[in-house]
């Protein structure tokens, strides 16, 4: 159930702190004016979603991206699903839509894997998605859907927050209409058009559903501050290794990684995390601590140790357990000068 319920003039106000911040958002511009350009190309629409995922979503794709032809494919598969989606507005989302979008979802989520990484491209999915039917499918991260209380099994979170969405979309529209009067139509027209690019100083009018990601991007990252600035006092620093343990355990199970790879998905999937709180240049990763080894006793594959140095200075030591989670070593933390 959607928390809060902006109006027109609150939903344009925070659209135009976003498109401050984001300097107009021209990498979105691009993708998307070139989809729509070569839409009738699979070839070059599947350019179109790298161009946005490698923007959008760089941290995800920082060490590899996915397999263009398998996007292509999904593309091709899918089209007449994506041609219908498109001529859609995101109120409209229904009962009806939940098998076509579970189908679109299934086979964007395959094509998304990054080649020879076992990880799951939910974040990617959902943007993709959005990209290929702009004014229909809102996109949403780890954050935002968690926000939202979407953070289950997918595409079951994914339908969940597009009703959310519909819901969301149709009170906007409401409260222009109660005040201005005429219909749902006359009203997102306005709204998405003279009415956004005047009150945020864009020059691109964009779908109602693109302003609501930009509305749940703003209200994402004023939680997560609040958030962290009402904790930092009470809360343990350990709190930010047990989330990097929690980002490696998900995006890097035995797989290499760089402290800054660490990071940046850390901020993907948890939001702003206060500089002064953990020291990501200190962090040293992939030392080997041993290897695992099938039930014939065969060497399977390197079991990646981890290491966290505090403000304070000590040295925490955590190993992969063997439920793909993470042991602390040390009982006590060790100093390092």
């Known amino acids: ?26 990498n979105y511009e691009v993708a998307s004016t070139w989809v729509k350009l070569y839409w009738d190309d699979a070839t070059r629409v599947a350019g179109g979603v790298r161009i946005l995922e490698e923007t959008w979503n760089r941290a995800f794709y920082s060490r590899g991206i996915f397999n263009i032809q398998k996007v292509i494919k999904a593309i091709e598969r899918c089209r007449n699903s994506l041609n219908l989606f498109r001529l859609r507005q995101v109120e409209t989302f229904g009962s009806v839509d939940e098998e076509p979008t579970r189908e679109l979802w299934t086979s964007f989520f395959e094509a998304l ?36 209380g979407c953070n289950i099994d997918q595409p079951r979170g994914f339908i969940q927050f597009q009703h959310y969405m519909a819901e969301l979309a149709c009170h906007v529209l409401d409260t222009f209409v109660a005040k201005h009067g005429g219909d749902h139509e006359m009203a997102r027209v306005m709204i998405c058009g003279s009415l956004y690019m005047e009150r945020t100083g864009s020059h691109y009018m964009k779908t109602l559903a693109k302003l609501l990601d930009e509305y749940n991007w703003i209200r994402r990252l ?21 989330l990097a343990l929690e980002t490696a355990r998900r995006h890097f199970t035995n797989q290499p990684f760089s402290g800054q790879s660490l990071y940046r998905s850390m901020v993907e999937d948890h939001g702003y995390i206060k500089p002064g709180s953990f020291l990501p240049a200190d962090w040293t990763v992939n030392q080997i601590s041993g290897y695992e080894f099938d039930q014939a006793g065969n060497r399977w594959h390197k079991r990646y140790r981890i290491f966290f140095k505090r403000e304070d200075g ?7 357990s063997v439920h793909s989670g993470w042991a602390r070593v040390n009982d006590r933390c060790q100093r390092i000068d």
Request: hydrophobic share 35%; glycine share 2%.
């Open 314 to 320: 000590m040295l925490e030591i955590y190993n992969p």
């Open 113 to 148: 894997k990054p080649k020879e990484r076992n990880v799951r491209p939910y974040v990617a999915t959902s943007k993709a998605l959005h990209l290929l039917a702009p004014s229909f499918f809102v996109p949403f991260d780890t954050a935002i859907a968690k926000n939202y």
């Open 222 to 242: 004023d939680k997560t501050v609040t958030n962290q600035v009402r904790k930092s006092n009470a809360k343990s620093k350990l709190s930010i290794p047990l």
């Open 1 to 26: 159930m959607v928390s809060h319920h902006p109006n027109y003039q609150e939903l344009l106000d925070v659209c135009a702190k976003y498109v401050q911040q984001e300097q107009g958002d021209t």
